[in-house]
Every structure is written in C-alpha cells, then in structure tokens.
Nanobody
C-alpha cells in the first residue's frame, strides 16, 4: 500500500520558518521524483518544489526560489521542505507527491503518480 505521510504543518508568523517532512512507503522510493505542491483556497494546486530521485536536480517555483529548500534522505525514505522567510501568501494546504518523472515536468505539468493527504500551513500574525 502506497503511503505518503506529511508532517504536521501549523501556524507561523510572517518571516518565520517551518520544515515539513514526508515519509514514504509502499513503493520504490529511490526511483521516484518527490514533489511538494500547495493549494490555497480558491486557487489551483501548484508545484512548489520537486526533487529528482538522486537529489541531483531540484525544481522550484519562482514564488519560493531563495526561500524554500527541498532535500531527501533515500536511506530513510523521507523528503523535507525547509521553508524560510514565510509570507502570508504561502498559506495553503501542502501536499507531498511522487512521480516517475523529471523534477521540472513533475512540478510544471504536473505529473503525479501518488499523493499524500496534505497538511495545512498558515502564515499569519
């Protein structure tokens, strides 16, 4: 059974930081690109960051470049999203996803084989 389980999000003040994690099981994690997507109320789901199977290639949406960093630990079947300098417009439900795809194609097309259940991140004072 495929599972992608995101860590709990939370409420963060503007300018603050938060790290999300995604624990995967039930598929060959080392072969898959893992992505982070988000969906704000009334908006389409967008690809935030997608990291290739080896971790050698990472795509970032323009809106998060320089603030968010994705990483993965293939020994632990876990991917992380470090979010710094958070803004109110980063408020959304964040989803972890997996795909047999390049990092850019996964985030931009989007191309997803498996989804996590999502976790709420709220940036507000």
């Amino acid at each position: 059974q495929v599972q992608l389980v995101e860590s709990e999000g939370g409420l963060v003040q503007p300018g603050g930081s938060l790290r999300l994690s995604c624990a995967a099981s039930g598929f060959n994690f080392n072969y898959y690109t893992i992505g982070w997507f988000r969906q704000a109320p009334g908006k389409e789901r967008e690809g935030v960051s997608c990291i290739s199977s080896s971790g050698g290639s990472t795509y970032y949406a323009d809106s998060v470049k320089g603030r968010f960093t994705a990483s993965r630990d293939n020994a632990k079947n876990t991917v992380y999203l470090q979010m710094n300098s958070l803004k109110p417009e980063d408020t959304a439900v964040y989803y972890c996803a997996a795909a047999l795809s390049t990092s850019r194609a996964m985030c931009v097309t989007p191309r997803v084989d498996y989804w996590g259940q999502g976790t709420q991140v709220t940036v507000s004072s």
